[in-house]
T-cell receptor, first 114, second 114 residues
Framework: NAGVTQTPKFRILKIGQSMTLQCTQDMNHNYMYWYRQDPGMGLKLIYYSVGAGITDKGEVPNGYNVSRSTTEDFPLRLELAAPSQTSVYFC?????????????FGSGTRLTVV | AQSVTQLDSHVSVSEGTPVLLRCNYSSSYSPSLFWYVQHPNKGLQLLLKYTSAATLVKGINGFEAEFKKSETSFHLTKPSAHMSDAAEYFCVVSGGTGGFKTIFGAGTRLFVKA
């Protein structure tokens, strides 16, 4: 049982480049999330999805886009990378909205924009 | 509105001594509360959760937390620290109606000295 799988684990981007962070889960969870983690700042929600075809913005969505064509996959797209997007990105999933169930997290993608 | 405050950014203990990581929360509803642990360069792992059942919650690796509504606290404890407990710990509050309502604390880094 793989849980939540994120790829790549590390990436260096140049300013203005684009990339997609991949996330897939095999637990048939309806809810999926993208967070970014900056030192001393906890986790900030970028986007979330309550099911295939449904996505919504979180706290810090600017500069990112998502799609959810299947239950399993929830890719995060960075357009026109900026140094402010240097961070560690975590994908997570949950059975419901998290209340009472908690999240399963991937191992993260460490992104540096130079 | 919901909020969560982890009262210490760093805690240092000696191996074999008790651990106390403090968390206060604010919520207009009866919240679900969670503690997650993050080891270096890893994703977050659920330690324990409170969902309006027993106020003393036992988690993995000997950790437990007590929900105190009168003090709006959910402190994490362990009787005897082990070197492997050195990690970052996040307190999370979730719940409420309408929209997305899961808030992560800023984290407490636990150091364990030999």
């Amino acid at each position: 049982n793989a849980g939540v799988t994120q790829t790549p684990k590390f990436r260096i981007l140049k300013i203005g480049q684009s990339m997609t962070l991949q996330c897939t889960q095999d637990m048939n969870h309806n809810y999926m999330y993208w967070y970014r983690q900056d030192p001393g700042m906890g986790l900030k929600l970028i986007y979330y999805s309550v099911g295939a075809g449904i996505t919504d913005k979180g706290e810090v969505p600017n500069g990112y886009n998502v799609s959810r064509s299947t239950t399993e996959d929830f890719p995060l797209r960075l357009e026109l990378a900026a140094p402010s997007q240097t961070s560690v990105y975590f994908c997570a999933s949950s059975y419901s909205g998290g209340e009472g169930y908690g999240y399963t997290f991937g191992s993260g993608t460490r992104l540096t924009v130079v | 509105a919901q909020s969560v405050t982890q009262l210490d950014s760093h805690v240092s203990v000696s191996e074999g001594t008790p651990v106390l990581l403090r968390c206060n929360y604010s919520s207009s509803y009866s919240p679900s509360l969670f503690w997650y642990v993050q080891h270096p360069n890893k994703g977050l792992q659920l330690l324990l959760k409170y969902t309006s059942a027993a106020t003393l919650v036992k988690g993995i690796n000997g950790f437990e937390a007590e929900f105190k509504k009168s003090e709006t606290s959910f402190h994490l404890t362990k009787p005897s620290a082990h070197m492997s407990d050195a990690a970052e710990y996040f307190c999370v509050v979730s719940g409420g109606t309408g929209g997305f309502k899961t808030i992560f604390g800023a984290g407490t880094r636990l150091f364990v000295k030999a």
